[in-house]
């Protein structure tokens, strides 16, 4: 909100307090926030007005002539000036030797041809006052001379934004700052002048007043004025809505706009003569109604707003903004004058759902004083009157609060012993007293005697205890904690001590609850993907469809008001998004050099957990939010150092990464299978599972479910997403995992080791190619249960001289009994299991 | 040639050839050759048979001294020859160690998980737990239950992502604390951390950020209280010279609120004024704070005359961007490798 601090000037006077600046640092202190303090003069010091008293042709240039000008004072200046449209006599703005002019431009004592210029005659342009202009400006004849210019155009003003907090609506006028200054400074507040009307209640009007909805519409107060001449507004006017960025319409409209700057009260005039049926009325709108509004655009009403209505139509949208057929022209004579209460829940409904945010609905939202009705459109009618003539005719009004509104609100209990125990400070009695005095509050001591000497109260104990009352324009107040902030901001937030809270019980642990396991563990695996040397990334949980499909996933989870087609939906896997990461950190990579991308995104997914996306209840959404481990990497298997030792990252470096993660947070449970095993496995892993490479990937099985994969981007997706680099893939369902995990307050518990000699045997097998060294490892820890304890694959080999389509697998097995040593004939026996077991199920031949 | 002389002169010959040996094989030779079984020194011997009884005891000693001799010599130019050996090792294994280390890649922490365990860190101090919550909420969670009621201004100071019928991307973390109470009873203190969602985009603003709220509910819990807990924060995070300073404001869920600026910690690094991070002021706005709104007691189910509390909030983010002085928003949601690098 802007403030004119001229104009505020005119309700409190801050000449013995200090500048707009100061007044700014103390509405900041009081919880109204400055955003900006714009001086309008600034650029147009040592700007004035000076005539012409001579011109004469530059001696040197046919395009430029010699101005003396004289400001009044002092010895008449030259100025050389390119312009021509003046002429000696002309009275022009002179920017004086070290004007700093607000389009930028520093004037300084300059030669031109020859010729010294002591300043420069300005254009509009050239003063930031119009976009286009020619010639110089040339001031009315009779404008006194030597004033500054800033002072001519009504521009020595400073203007304030101001950030109001939505409970503060009775700061969102003039008046209504100047009155929070009066409280904290004790200067007096000056009421402006107006002629009180005295307002009937359902009284005779021309214009009958009705009200259908006291919901909507609790108070509607109503003047019919006559003989009214609409035209421009004065100056003083023009200026006053100009400085605060209002532009000027007629003297009427501006007359409603100064009154809604003033007080705070939206009010709205119509012309009498296009109300139909000599009654307006306030009710609720019916569903479709039309109505042209004053912005030209055509609204229809859901039902839920509240209007304006005459015998025929809708005639504005209450609270919001008026329609255009009443609209006052400069044809008016006969005008109904509007000021009423809306409900502000209804105007904010309506003016959210029509997307008209107005400076009215904007205070209707918030609230307008329910007792500054009379005033405000007593004011009003006065105003026009000072500036239109006409004659009232009418001044009715419709409450459903009764004749007049209390000018006090409820009566809040305080006790000043509150004031140590909810603030932590000390504040006398006395002290509270005047500040609650001083913000317009009625104040009764409980206890204290009362005129026939009597006490209202309990005689003993009563020391401090107070009811306020506080105004009825502080629709903020209603409970003792607003009272503490009252007295708070006014005594300082500084004065407010620091204490250390205190501890009155054993607080409730939130550290066993599933949330702070949960965090514990997202903890622990982040640091764990560290390790691993990846990188953390956070991506934006919105994706395109378009993006989406690309993968051939989609979301079940739609923003129903997103921000752009790129942010519709959230997303269901944290591949998308970090592949995307992957090719934006290759676009920007030039050369040779291969880079590594190795970045990892512990979040949620979405997807729908119920029938629709719906609240059900205060805490269900219908929306499951799926954590994911996802991984992804390119490049090098380390940082880059000789060319000989640097190695590509392989299958077996990515899934490293899991299984380092999987052994230090003690996951139980977690395998991982080829792809072609788990075919026919499902599970949350499901829906990723064409993002992989079959050959070169494997499922991560929790139990029986299908929880994630491993491995190679699948080559269709890699051709159609045109990506340069090999990529490795992961993604597993955390909720899968975490489950599995040892809990972060259990910890690995000792396992002896005995001290007794293990035995190795080494075997070199001949098996199909299709046989997988897990399947190799796995029968043969099965075989010689338990006697076996380590199962290694530890060579490889295909090519001669092994046949076609075989493979040499060099296997070592390690037996060991923690409680004893082994025969050797247990091992024969044990060796000679697995022998029989991998001929069994391989067909395996020792080599 | 007597036996002494054949003793001298075997002995120079000796200790002449130890010294001139090319290798320790050679030197070896050398031993064998003179001090030896058969060598030539005790050849010579064999034949003090022949000398006088006199001269033999005189003999004896000549001898002993002259294989002493040779075999100092020999043992001399040993350490010679190993240690040239050694030398010669030494310069053969020579490696290039400026090479670049087989170095595995370095990963690391998001500046935003960073600067969130930074901050649970220093509140748990203060004995604060962690809860989190979902980030798809209720339209009731995140404004009715923290007194911000449909068709209420104050929903404007958040623009909120709708997914469907009472359903919110939430907004702030207050629904977790919201949470937080209605599933536990009093003493609470509680730290809320978690990405929240507004309609916002633009240098400054991103639709998704994070936030970590606190909430401190206890019998006589008092402002001054807030203020004290806020104080030890920021002079934790920022240094124990800093200053916080608290200025009236509005937050629905709470009552008194407040913004809370502390003392620009990087203004020390630019004594002549023209601090780019706080402008100049001096001071930087990181936290919303305030006393708990009896609202939310009642809406939480407790008995809100009993008990007060204070609860803050503040962007993470804004935090990081401090802390490690990144200047835009935006590249904290980039994924960009050279960016991330660079906390490790």
Known sequence: ?847 | MSILEKLIQLESEAVSKAESASGLEALDQIRIQYLGKKGSLSEVLKGLGSASPEERPKIGAAANLAKAKVEAALEAKKVKLEGLALEQRLATEQIDTTVLARQAHLGALHPITQTTQKLIKVFSRLGFDVVTGPEVETEFLNFEAVNIPADHPARDMQDTFFLGPGVVLRTHTSAVQMRAMRSKSWPIRVLCPGAVFRCDDDATHSPMFHQIEGLWVDRQVRMSDLKGTLEFFAKELFGSSTQIRLRPSYFPFVEPGAEVDVSCPFCKKNPKGGCKVCKGSGWLEILGAGMVHPKLFQMAGYEATEISGFAFGLGIERIAMLMYGIPDLRLMFRGDMRFLKQFA
């Open chain 1, 1 to 847: 909100m802007k403030i004119s601090y001229r104009w505020l000037n005119e309700y409190i006077n801050l000449s013995s307090f200090g500048d707009a600046f100061k007044v700014g640092e103390l509405l900041t202190a009081r919880g109204i926030e400055i955003e900006d303090i714009q001086d309008l003069s600034k650029g147009f010091e040592k700007v004035v007005s000076a005539k012409i008293l001579e011109k004469t042709q530059h001696p040197q240039a046919d395009r430029l002539s010699l101005c003396q000008v004289s400001t009044g004072t002092g010895a008449p200046l030259e100025v050389v000036c390119g312009a021509q449209n003046m002429k000696a006599g002309d009275i022009v703005a002179l920017a004086q030797i070290g004007a700093d002019l607000p389009n930028g431009l520093k004037i300084v004592q300059s030669k031109i041809r020859g010729s010294t210029s002591n300043g420069m005659l300005c254009s509009l342009e050239e003063l930031c006052l119009a976009t286009e202009s020619e010639g110089i400006w040339i001031l009315p004849p009779g404008t006194e001379l030597g004033l500054p210019v800033s002072k001519i155009l009504g521009r020595e003003d400073v203007v304030l934004t101001l950030k109001v907090t939505s409970n503060r609506a009775d700061c969102l006028s003039h008046f209504g700052i100047a009155r929070e200054i009066a409280s904290a400074t004790g200067l007096a507040l000056k009421e402006p002048k107006y002629g009180p009307l005295k307002f009937v209640e359902n009284g005779q009007s021309p214009i009958q007043i009705g009200v259908n909805d006291s919901e909507a519409c609790p108070q509607f107060y109503g003047v019919v004025l006559d003989g009214v001449k609409v035209g421009p507004s004065p100056d003083w006017l023009i200026k006053k809505l100009e400085a605060i960025g209002s532009r000027s319409i007629n003297n009427v409209v501006d007359a409603t706009n100064f009154l809604m700057f003033e007080f705070g009260h939206p009010t709205h005039a119509y012309d009498a003569d296009r109300i139909v049926g000599a009654k307006i009325v306030a009710r609720l709108a019916e569903k479709g109604e039309k109505v042209r509004l004053l912005d030209d655009t055509e609204i229809e009403t859901a039902g839920t707003e509240v209007v304006i209505a005459d015998q025929t139509s809708v005639l504005g949208l209450a609270g919001v903004m008026g329609g255009g057929h009443s609209e006052v022209q400069a044809s008016s004579t006969r005008l109904f004058l509007e000021c009423a209460q809306f409900s502000p829940s209804l105007v904010r409904k309506a003016s959210s759902r029509l997307q008209k945010k107005t400076e009215a609905s904007h205070r209707f939202e918030r609230g307008v004083d329910p007792a500054g009705l009379p005033r405000a459109l007593s004011r009003l009618t006065s105003l026009i009157q000072e500036l239109a003539g006409g004659e009232v005719k009418s001044a009715t009004f419709v409450s459903s609060k009764g004749v007049t509104v209390g000018r006090e609100r409820k009566a809040i209990e305080f006790h000043s012993r509150y004031v140590t125990e909810f603030l932590g400070m000390t504040i006398s009695d006395v002290e509270i007293e005047r500040i609650f005095t001083g913000l317009d509050c009625r104040v009764e001591k409980i206890g204290a005697p009362t005129q026939s000497g009597t006490q209202s109260g309990n005689p003993s104990g009563t020391q401090g205890s107070f009811k306020v009352f506080p105004p009825s324009y502080r629709l903020d107040l209603s409970l003792r904690e607003d009272l503490a902030e009252e007295l708070a901001r006014s005594v300082g937030y500084d004065k407010i001590p620091s204490t250390v809270p205190a501890l009155t019980s054993i607080p409730t642990l939130f550290s066993e609850d599933e949330s702070a396991k949960k965090r514990d563990l997202v903890e622990s695996a982040k640091l764990q993907m560290v390790g691993a040397g990846y990188c953390e990334t956070v991506n934006l949980a919105f994706s395109s469809k378009k993006w989406l499909a690309e993968f051939g996933l989609s979301s079940e989870v739609k923003i129903l008001n997103p921000l752009s087609e790129e942010h519709e939906y959230l997303v269901s896997s944290l591949l998308p998004g970090l592949v995307q990461n992957v090719i934006e950190n290759w676009n920007h990579q030039f050369g040779s050099e291969v880079l590594s991308v190795r970045l990892f995104e512990l979040r949620p997914t979405f997807a729908l957990g119920a029938q629709a996306v719906a609240a059900v209840g205060e805490l269900e959404t219908g929306v499951a939010e799926n954590w994911k481990l996802s991984y992804v990497a390119s490049g090098l298997r380390n940082q880059p150092g000789l060319k000989a030792e640097d190695a590509v990252i392989d299958f077996y470096d990515f899934k490293a990464a899991f299984e380092r993660l999987v052994q230090n947070l003690g996951v139980r449970g977690v395998r991982l299978k080829a792809f072609q095993e788990v075919v026919s496995f499902e599970g949350p892993g499901s829906r990723i599972r064409h993002l992989f490479h079959p050959g070169q990937s494997v499922g991560v099985l929790a139990g029986r479910d299908l929880v994630g994969f491993i491995g190679m981007v699948h080559p269709k997706l890699s051709a159609s997403l045109k990506l340069r680099h090999p990529l490795w893939l992961a993604e597993v369902d955390w909720t899968a995992l975490r489950k599995l995990m040892r809990s972060p307050v259990e910890v690995a518990q000792y396992q002896p080791y005995g001290s007794f000699p293990s035995v190795e045997r080494d075997f070199a097998l001949l098996v199909s190619s299709s046989v997988q060294s897990d399947q190799v490892v796995q029968s043969a820890l099965k075989a010689a249960k338990p006697l076996a304890k380590t199962v290694r694959v530890f060579d490889i080999y295909k090519g001669k001289p092994v046949p076609e389509g075989m493979t040499s697998v060099a296997v070592r097995v390690i037996f060991l009994d923690e409680a004893r040593s082994l025969e050797e004939s247990e091992v024969e026996q044990a060796s000679a299991k697995i022998l029989q077991a991998w001929k069994k199920e391989f067909n395996a031949e020792l080599r």
